[in-house]
């Protein structure tokens, strides 16, 4: 029997960027970036002072004061993610496809704004400080099975937490469910809300935070010869993948193909990247193979691209070693030097970003890249995006802990 094709039917996307798909898209077009001085908190205590916050986002206004009580910030963004994906998608739950629809959405920190909460309350009353919700709020699971229970998906359902790499492992497992038939639809993603002062404050004595904050939008430079690190930022990310027969009876729009998936470990180090790229190069060399394209079908990479001196170095000669020759002419960009680091979330909406360039045939550009480094000699799309014919993504989000991942998303057709 052949094997079932998963195909893209819906996007939800809720960042620094835009609050939708469609205005993030046009700001990362136009290389506009969504970095700012940070508003969610008071800055006086802490030495990094820019990131990359959801704007003008009415929380209370879209759940009300009472769930707003009861919910983490990184499940009211997934909430707001799911709902523009699934109306995009056109799907109506019932109780015919109820068990049909499931959800993989992850997170990388959870609902740590909960935790900090719940902490300072226990700090000042005792146990009467601590709301009676707080667990299933701190859950990291809590983000998906919001998703399930506020639309009524009773499919397969859990998360996953693979530090920076937690939503390309979404997109893959669920793509997985989809072929195995365990499901026909898959609500997948990431969601992420760590603006504040500890988490904050833990990557900047990590000195992994980018201490350039003069004018904020200049802040996240990855690739660039003076890169010193990235620009925390807050998000939720979603994409309806959906087996392609399941797709063309409903007559819904198909927006892309996840065709490949790829995914190793560097059993290296607790944060820095295998400085020689192998670990990363097999995870995209597996995602092509599954993909089944040759180094030279590939049309774009959207790079992890974090702006770390470590990261970036060693992304480059992870291409160069999974692509050989071929990665000397193939366009790349990292978004992030536009939305920030998105953390558990940043797979999924970069993936987005990949299906937005397959549709208009362009490759998005990496801002503030002025100043070479000869370490990162490849062609990352400076300053300025630019039309390019576009088939097939690569798409690679790696983590903390040795987390390697690779998507390959291709024009459906």
């Known amino acids: 029997m ?53 704007k003008d986002l009415d929380l209370i206004a879209k759940f009300g004061k009472r769930e707003v009580r009861r919910m983490d910030r990184a499940q009211m963004l ?47 009353k ?27 998906l009773k499919g397969p359902n859990y998360n996953i937490t693979a530090a920076c790499a937690t939503s ?19 609500v997948a993603g990431g969601s992420e809300a760590c603006i504040m002062p500890m988490v904050i404050s833990g990557f900047n004595n990590m000195k992994v935070l980018t201490n350039t904050e003069d004018i904020p939008d200049k802040a996240a430079r990855p690739f660039d010869a003076n890169r010193d690190g990235f620009v925390a930022a807050e998000g939720a990310a979603l994409l309806i993948l959906e087996d392609l027969e399941h ?34 190069a097999e995870a995209m060399r597996r995602a092509l193979r599954e993909a089944r394209l040759e ?21 480059t000669l992870a291409i160069k070693l999974a692509l050989g020759e071929q990665a000397y002419h193939i366009p790349i960009s990292s978004t992030k030097s536009m939305t920030g680091h998105i953390l558990g979330a940043t797979a999924a909406t970069e993936a987005i970003f990949a299906v937005k360039s397959i549709a208009d045939n362009f490759i998005p ?26 088939n097939h993504v690569l798409s690679n989000s790696f983590g903390f802990g040795g987390h390697n991942t690779a998507v390959v998303i291709s024009r459906y057709g």
Request: one cysteine or more; aromatic letters at 4%; hydrophobic letters at 40%.
């Open 2 to 54: 052949a094997e079932k094709r998963v195909v893209i039917t819906g996007m939800g996307l809720v960042c620094p960027c835009g609050n939708n798909v469609d205005d993030a898209w046009a700001n990362i077009r136009a290389g506009k970036s969504g970095i700012d001085w940070i508003s969610l908190f008071d800055t006086d205590l802490v030495e990094n002072r820019v990131a990359g916050e959801v």
């Open 78 to 124: 997934a909430l707001v993610a799911a709902e523009e994906a699934l109306n995009d998608a056109e799907i109506t739950i019932d109780d015919d496809n109820k068990y049909d629809v499931g959800v993989v959405v992850g997170s990388g920190i959870g609902g740590i704004v909960t935790v900090v909460q719940a902490l300072q309350g226990f700090e000042a």
């Open 126 to 152: 005792g146990h009467r400080g601590v709301s009676p919700v707080i667990v299933p709020a701190l859950l990291h699971d809590g983000i998906s099975s919001r998703v399930s229970m506020h639309f009524g």
């Open 168 to 186: 390309n492992n979404s997109l893959g497992d669920a793509a997985d469910l989809i072929r195995m038939g365990r499901a026909k639809m898959m």
């Open 247 to 280: 797709a063309l009876a409903r007559g819904v729009q198909i927006y892309a193909e996840l065709t490949g998936y790829g995914h190793t470990s560097d059993a290296f180090h607790v944060t820095a990247p295998n400085p020689d790229g192998v670990d990363a």
């Open 295 to 315: 180094p030279g079908g590939i049309d774009y990479i959207n790079a992890h691209g974090t702006g770390t001196q470590l990261n970036d170095k060693s992304e």
């Open 365 to 390: 550009p990496t801002i503030n890249l002025e100043t070479p480094d000869p370490d990162c000699d490849l062609d990352y799309t400076p300053i300025v995006g630019k039309s390019h014919p576009i």
